[in-house]
């Protein structure tokens, strides 16, 4: 029987775990300029054995973690947006969950790449119980950090990730909120 994965929904968008149906999305990503500048190891367009194979990785991530990059569209046209999710990697050597997140430049500025992440953050604090999650990015995509620090990550330093330099950021999970006592009950002062 097919396997179902968690949907990830917000106010304006709707994440669904990809199958081999989504190549035509993930290409209008990888074959779009604009996006690739930041996204690609040559800052360029790249050709469709390379989205075949991360369309692939995706899934497999999905098979392996139940979790991974969600592709969002938006509800009310149900037109592709971008994706955003959690992945494992390995940065510098040691083993960290990582958020993601790539949106189409014809959907730029509307909010969609915050939403999505606090979404996907979410998530993994309060589904996965992840204690940290982390983030990475070129230090010249200003998007992709205002992302990052609007949800709360926090620069830490800089790092070379696939022989790229890249600058480095963690957000820790939020501490639970003290438990309210219930009057005449628990320990007092
Ligand atoms: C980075 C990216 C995901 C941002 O997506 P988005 O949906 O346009 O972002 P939002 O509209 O949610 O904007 C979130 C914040 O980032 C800011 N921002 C977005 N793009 C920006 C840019 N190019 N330069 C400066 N700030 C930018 C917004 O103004 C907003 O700021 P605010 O919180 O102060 O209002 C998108 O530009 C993208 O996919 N880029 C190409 C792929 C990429 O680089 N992915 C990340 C790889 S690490």
Redesign the pocket.
Known sequence: MERRFPVIETARLIGRAPGAQDFGSIRL?HADP??????SPTAKPMPETWSRQALMAIVEHFRRHGFGAWLFRERWSGDFV?Y?GLKHSLVEGAPMVEL??????A???????????AACVAYGFETLGLEQIV????PH???????ME?RGFVYERDITHAALPHVFYRLRRPLSPPKRRKRGTGARS
């Open positions: 990503l604009r996006v690739m500048r930041t996204l971008g955003c993601l997140y790539s949106i189409r430049s959907q730029w500025f509307k909010g969609y790449g915050a939403e999505a992440a983030a990475f990015t070129l995509n200003r998007g992709s950090r205002a992302v609007g």
